[in-house]
């Protein structure tokens, strides 16, 4: 039932975001595997970067990557870090694509439509990706657990150690949100 919820939640979520793209690629809802539109294909590169960003996090202080707490055990699935990447995926990745499509920083005739493939960045625009998402990763922002400034990525490291702590410790794990 937990799914069924997210499910729902997830399409009301994603049904507002849509209303929010002032440029000209738009998003009507999401779709992955293959990314029907720029905007998708944008939302799915970011989640890919971020997933293998925390999976090495994770890997690094000795977690099973493959064995989580929200996904489900599937060969090859690094399901900790899916599970682990929830709570920063619309913070980071969503308002980044915003960012970029919104301030026109990436358009349409960045992507190439492959057909039943989907859509692909090109190798130019992809280079420009690069270094706009090492920036945004890189910002600090403020962290609603102990309301210090840091990074991204050194809240990853903060919210996996957390969570050996609630492991190994019993301590409670509070999740990273947004306070911007």
Aim: hydrophobic share 35%; net charge negative.
């Amino acid at each position: 039932s937990l799914m069924g919820i997210e499910g729902i939640a997830a399409s009301v979520y994603f049904r507002a975001f849509g209303k929010m793209f002032r440029r000209d690629l738009q998003f009507e809802k999401r779709q992955r595997r293959p990314a029907r539109d720029p905007v998708n294909a944008l939302l799915s590169f970011g989640y890919v970067l971020i997933t293998n960003e925390m999976l090495s996090v994770i890997c690094s202080i000795g977690f099973e990557p493959y064995i989580g707490y929200l996904h489900g055990v599937d060969y090859g699935r690094p399901s900790l870090a899916l599970d682990m990447i929830e709570e920063f995926r619309h913070s980071i990745i969503d308002r980044f694509t915003l960012f970029m499509v919104n301030n026109q920083i990436l358009d349409v005739d960045d992507f190439d439509d492959k057909g039943e493939e989907g859509f692909y960045l090109r190798d130019e625009p992809k280079k420009n990706y690069f270094v706009q998402f090492e920036r945004y990763m890189n910002r600090e922002v403020e962290n609603n657990i102990t309301m210090e400034k840091k990074t991204y990525r050194n809240l990853f490291r903060s919210q996996a150690h957390k969570l050996m702590d609630t492991i190994l410790k019993d301590e409670y794990y509070e999740p990273f949100s947004a306070n911007d």
